[in-house]
């Protein structure tokens, strides 16, 4: 049990593929435009990416080394299709509205990232909860970008209007605000530069509050994502220094 609950800790939070691995950027800038879109998204993802991990630690003695990542593409792309053809069947707006992103879940760094570093690794169950644990991590980090720009872009959230919600049921101090010569949308935050913008305020936030943290535990703050530390820049990182001298 705790083996399942640290994966999906892991996933969520400690190793969000959105807000700390920064994976998956394409998908996440493209299709936030709206949270049913992020969320639709991310749990197509999320079922990829289960059913992947599933299939790869099953097999993870059969494959030939040699041959692993064309397998692991074979294996993506086979249930890849499969979602695909349920998703025009079953959601056909949701499908049209992500349209290309679907099939290139195939190439997402995310599925095949964990099929390589744990699902090719480790048993069944475990690269399970991984996969349910990182797809619920990239799925909150869409819905969220896809909430914010959405209620900035349009006043919108899940396609509900909240500005005549509150109007219309007369809500005192969020009424005196809608109603204001002041308040208006901000339609740059359904294209593409708001996409950047929202994805970097909420890094921002979440480094402020982890420095916050490290601090009232008197650590020294760790803001550096886990990226592979051969290609980062900064000379005086101490994960970097520590890396080379190992």
Same mark, same amino acid.
């Given at each position: ?12 939070i ?22 049913? #879109? ?14 992947? #991990? ?20 074979v ?19 949701? #499908? ?13 760094c995310?599925?095949?990232?964990r ?29 969220t ?17 909240l ?22 949308t901000?339609s ?20 402020k ?17 886990l ?12 994960g ?7």
């Amino acid at each position: 049990m705790s083996k399942i609950i640290e994966r999906l800790n892991n996933g969520i939070i400690k190793e969000n593929p959105t807000f700390v691995q920064m994976l998956g950027m394409c998908p996440t800038l493209a299709v936030t435009t709206s949270a049913i #879109n992020g969320a639709g998204m991310g749990l197509a993802t999320t079922v990829i990416l289960t059913l992947s #991990n599933i299939m790869i630690a099953l097999l993870r003695k059969v494959i030939p080394n040699k041959v692993r990542i064309p397998a692991f593409i074979v294996i993506i792309a086979s249930f890849v299709t499969i979602v695909q053809f349920l998703m025009q069947a079953y959601l056909p707006s949701l #499908n049209k509205s992500l349209g290309i992103f679907i099939p290139l879940i195939v190439v997402n760094c995310i599925i095949l990232g964990r099929a390589e570093s744990y699902a090719s690794k480790n048993k069944v169950i475990p690269s399970a909860f991984d996969g349910i644990g990182m797809g619920l991590g990239f799925t909150i980090g869409l819905t969220t970008i896809g909430v914010v720009r959405e209620l900035l872009g349009s006043g919108c959230a899940f396609g509900i209007n909240l500005i005549e919600l509150i109007k219309e049921n007369n809500i005192p101090v969020l009424q005196n605000i809608v109603n204001s010569d002041s308040f208006d949308t901000v339609s740059i935050f359904i294209t593409a530069p708001g996409a950047f913008m929202v994805l970097a305020f909420v890094i921002a936030i979440i480094n402020k509050r982890n420095i916050n943290k490290a601090k009232k535990n008197g650590e020294k703050p760790n803001l550096c994502s886990l990226a592979d530390c051969a290609n980062c820049h900064n000379v005086m990182c101490q994960g970097k220094a520590q890396e080379e001298a190992n």
